[in-house]
Each structure stands twice: as C-alpha cells, then as structure tokens.
C-alpha cells in the first residue's frame, strides 16, 4: 500500500531535528529505522504530515560502558547490539533479547531506540529495560532529562516522550559482581512477536542470596508488566526450585494479556510463569558464573 503525502526531512544535527519537531507540533514524526512506523504509515493505521528522519545525526549510534552505566544511542541498530563483544560478554540479556528481534533483515535497520519509543508492549526491549532499572535520555528543545523505565511506558503505543522530543540514550546500570540475566521469548515461528516473553535481572549477594532482581513481561498487558511482586518476593531469599516456583506465579498474576491469534488469556498466562521460571534458573546459573 502507498502512504499518504508527507514532507520528508533529513536532519544532519541534533538542534536541527528538533527544531523541525517543534515547528511542525501534531503534525511530524521521528524516522529511525522505519520497521514499525513504515508499516504503519503504509497500511494507513497512522499518518503524519512531516517525517524527521534521524539516521543522519551523528553521534546517536554507540554502546560504551561510562560513569557506572552502558550507554546506547537511540539510534543503535539491533544488529550492533547483537554482535557487541561487550554486550555479549557482560549484559546477557540484553543480548539474549536483540537476536530474538524479529529476523536479521529488519535487525540490521530496527533501532534499540524506535523499540522502545513505538511504546509496543509486544516489542522484546521494554521488558528487558524494566528489569534491568535502565534509564531514558530524552532530548526536547530545552534539553536532556532522564526518565526511569519504569514511568516511560504510559499506555498503549504512549510513551512519556514529549511530541518535541527525541530518545538520544538509553542507560543501563553496570552490574554489579555476581549477576547474571537472561531473556525467554515464546513465538509461533523464528521472527515473530512475543506469544509471552521474560526479561529477569538477578544480582546474588556474597552468600547465594538474592540481592536485587528484575523481571519484566512482554505482550502481557497494555503496557510492558513489570512484575514488582516477584521482585520483593525474590529479594533476601536463596533462588531454590520452590523459591523459583513461587516468584513465578507472582509474575504471572501480574500479567494481563488479550486473547488474539497468539493464544488465550490463560495460555498465556501460563506461559508468562513457565517463561519466567526459566529465566530466572538461567539469571542464577549466569549470576554463579556459568
Ligand atoms: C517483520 C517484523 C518483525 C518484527 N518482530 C519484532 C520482534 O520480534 N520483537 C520486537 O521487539 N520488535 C519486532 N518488530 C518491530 C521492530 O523491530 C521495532 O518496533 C523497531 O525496532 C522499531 O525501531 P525503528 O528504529 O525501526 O523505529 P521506527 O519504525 O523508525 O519508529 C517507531 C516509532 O518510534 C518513534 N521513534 C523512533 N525513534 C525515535 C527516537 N529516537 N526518539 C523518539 N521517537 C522515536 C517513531 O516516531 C515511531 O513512532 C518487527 C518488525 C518487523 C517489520
């Protein structure tokens, strides 16, 4: 299908993207990749009257470890996250979630930051973010503030992000020794959206315990779950099987999911705990050092 008309922008500077954001108030769209919003734009779910294409900024693309946190530019493609050596080594997470994005076709244009911008609860990052208690640079006319995860995603597609307003940075904490995180997706086939995924961050104190966990739930609900239950439930505790077992179902009570092609409400429910499960045995067997 052929979208509607458009006035297309590409800004070589930061100032210059939002200048044109600011000009055109309800009427101009952030281009990153283009895997969500072409779609959109082509099958006329949405339109816009300017699109403001940021794939000529420089210095939006990066993944460096700086000042306690790992920074990523809004504009950092799956595929650079996929095959960082750093990402790979140290935030298996975040790894273990860019190579279940999708197909390695729409990983070498997607952008970590159109992920979490498109505010999708079925995109495989919010969750991640969630449990890892990352952080989200936005940059409007007046400059850069930071947004905690867990208040950036507001509604379905809504995100705290300003019309005015660009994702420059995504900050992740640098994990503390005896961590470990793991990312358990289920999909109908290779490339597909999340029937029910888990995102768990866990960080063992000196004696096994839990010191600190994070788990986050993809296409659960309207908005990315966090499951804050889990989380408390976790903490202090040793990770045994029935410790395991318990702060699944917790993670799975936090789940609202719809039914769709996908499955049904209790299916994925179900799924949502058994998903869970294996994270965190995966967390802790990567926090041990495995
Ligand atoms: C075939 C296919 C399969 C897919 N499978 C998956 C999957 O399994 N898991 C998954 O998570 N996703 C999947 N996706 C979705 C896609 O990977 C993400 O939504 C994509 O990463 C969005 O990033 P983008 O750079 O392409 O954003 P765009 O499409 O360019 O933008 C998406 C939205 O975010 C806004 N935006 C983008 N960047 C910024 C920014 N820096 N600041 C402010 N606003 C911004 C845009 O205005 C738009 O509203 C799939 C897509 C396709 C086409």
Redesign the pocket.
Same mark, same amino acid.
Request: hydrophobic fraction near 45%.
């Given at each position: 299908m052929i979208p509607g008309a458009f006035d297309y922008h590409s800004p070589k500077t930061l100032a210059e993207a939002l200048e044109l954001l600011v000009k055109n108030p309800d009427d101009a /769209?952030?281009?990153?990749?283009?895997?969500?919003?072409?779609? !959109?734009l082509k099958l006329r779910l949405?339109s816009t009257g300017h699109l403001?294409d940021?794939g000529k900024i420089p210095d !939006?693309e990066y993944i460096r470890e700086d000042g306690g946190f790992l920074r990523i530019g809004?504009?950092t493609?799956?595929a650079a996250i996929e095959h960082s050596e750093l990402v790979r080594k140290r935030y298996r997470l975040l790894a273990d979630?860019a190579e279940? #994005?999708?197909?390695p076709?729409?990983?070498n244009?997607?952008? #970590?930051?159109?992920? !979490?911008? $498109?505010?999708?609860p079925?995109?495989? $990052?919010?969750a991640t973010m969630l449990a890892y208690g990352a952080r989200i640079v936005?940059t409007g006319p007046k400059g850069a503030r930071e947004i905690p995860v867990e208040k950036f995603f507001t509604g379905l597609?809504e995100?705290a992000?300003a019309p005015d307003? #660009?994702?420059?940075e995504i900050r992740i904490p640098v994990p503390p020794p005896r961590s470990g995180g793991a990312y358990v /997706?289920l999909?109908r086939k290779v490339?597909?959206?999340?029937t029910a995924a888990s995102a768990v961050q866990l960080t063992l104190g000196p004696g096994g315990e839990v010191e600190r966990a994070g788990i986050g739930l993809?296409n659960a609900g309207p908005t990315p779950v966090h499951a804050t239950a889990a989380e408390e439930f976790l903490r202090g505790k040793r990770p045994d099987a029935n410790a395991i077992v318990e702060a699944s179902k917790l993670a799975a009570q936090a789940a609202s999911p719809s039914a769709d092609r996908r499955g049904t409400v209790e299916y994925k429910k179900a799924m949502a705990r058994v998903l869970t499960a294996r994270a965190l045995n995966r967390a802790v067997a990567r926090a041990q050092g495995a």
């Open positions: /769209k952030v281009l990153s990749g283009g895997q969500s919003l072409l779609p !959109l949405g403001v940021i !939006l809004g504009r493609r799956e979630t279940v #994005i999708a197909d076709l729409v990983r244009l997607a952008t #970590i930051g159109g992920n !979490l911008a $498109h505010g999708d079925a995109n495989d $990052h919010p936005a597609f995100t992000l307003e #660009i994702l420059t /997706k999909e490339g597909d959206f999340a993809t």
